[in-house]
């Protein structure tokens, strides 16, 4: 049996693709047949202090295994104590979430000691080829089926809008509200399904942004949600959007489509990886402005052909999608050969 140690942050505690992640590969591997432990650790990630490289170095050291996985934002931080863990005969595999910056000495030299790379997306794995990092492979997200099939089309229900993050900068919520008050002449509703605890001074600022442009009952912040909760806003939707600035895959464009709804994605990010070549949606350039998303969403709403195109696209995708335990096959092939 296949013995994995996989050594991940504490320190990200709201709902993110990379926590998604993590959780979903630790299961799929453990469904392949592999004995799997997940050790969380606390710190400042990816800075840590002495104290908590400390504690990795523990967690390296003294299990009697051989194969060890360790989230980036731990790994970057600490070059001397993978050194350490690979020169006593462990295997330490980095995932990497987000490409590498290369600006970054520390960061540099802890991926180079690392036996390897296993990288989320193909922009990451790119970066670090790029930057001569060696034994780089491509394990991307799969999908959970959800439990449920998807509800029949609510016949007289306005188009429903969903954003799923966490309330940050980077998710840009507020361009989206900004851009929704531009066509409120138009019939529709929106949530945004996230974490307002991750930054709360952003998440206030959104809602603040709501209130100023008399959205409060048209766009509803939901808060972070999982389970049934979420199925629910899943079902709701017509079209969801990620908007991010920077994105190095985006696993919640594979959640909407699995739940058989398109989306529109910033071009220029990861997230066009994700959306792939199905015709369940479009990648926008919203570098011209706020106006490039009022364009988008109008067309949208007054085009039901495109609606419905998408809408078929994106069922048919839902079971073209990779799962989760393709993922792991790719993990378990990278670090059992090395």
């Given at each position: 049996m296949v013995k994995i140690r996989m050594i991940l942050p504490a320190n990200v505690r709201h709902r993110s693709g990379g926590n998604i992640y993590n959780s979903r590969l630790a299961a799929a591997l453990r469904g392949l047949g592999a004995e799997v432990s997940v050790c969380k650790l606390d710190g400042d990630w990816p800075s840590g202090s002495a104290g908590a490289r400390n504690r990795f170095a523990a967690a390296l050291a003294g299990s009697g295994l051989a194969i060890y996985i360790v989230d980036g934002l731990i790994a970057s931080g600490a070059p001397a104590e993978i050194e350490t863990a690979t020169a006593a005969g462990c295997r330490v595999w980095v995932l990497l979430h987000m490409p590498p910056s290369g600006e970054e000495p520390v960061e540099t030299s802890a991926l180079r000691a690392a036996t390897g790379l296993l990288c989320t997306g193909s922009r990451t794995a790119e970066t670090a080829r790029t930057l001569g990092l060696g034994n780089v492979h491509l394990a991307t997200p799969g999908v959970d089926l959800p439990s449920k099939a998807r509800p029949s089309p609510r016949a007289t229900a306005a188009p429903h809008f969903i954003m799923v993050g966490a309330l940050l900068p980077n998710k840009d919520q507020i361009f989206f509200v900004d851009a929704l008050a531009r066509?409120?002449?138009?019939a529709w509703t929106a949530a945004l399904v996230g974490s307002t605890k991750a930054d709360s001074s952003y998440a206030a600022a959104v809602q603040e942004r709501i209130l100023r442009n008399g959205l409060e009952k048209r766009v509803e912040t939901t808060g972070e949600l999982s389970g049934p909760a979420?199925?629910?806003q899943w079902n709701r939707a017509?079209?969801?959007l990620l908007i991010s600035h920077s994105e190095a895959f985006g696993i919640v464009v594979q959640e909407s489509l699995v739940h058989g709804i398109p989306v529109m994605v910033r071009k220029g990010t990861g997230a066009v990886e994700a959306l792939g070549a199905?015709?369940?949606g479009?990648?926008?350039?919203l570098t011209t402005g706020i106006g490039s998303l009022e364009k988008f969403l109008r067309r949208w709403l007054s085009d039901p052909a495109l609606r419905e195109g998408w809408q078929s696209a994106a069922e048919a995708a839902s079971s073209e999608l990779p799962r989760w335990e393709d993922t792991a096959r790719e993990v378990l092939r990278a670090v059992v050969a090395a």
């Open positions: 066509i409120k002449d138009l979420l199925e629910e017509d079209l969801s199905h015709g369940a479009e990648a926008i350039d």
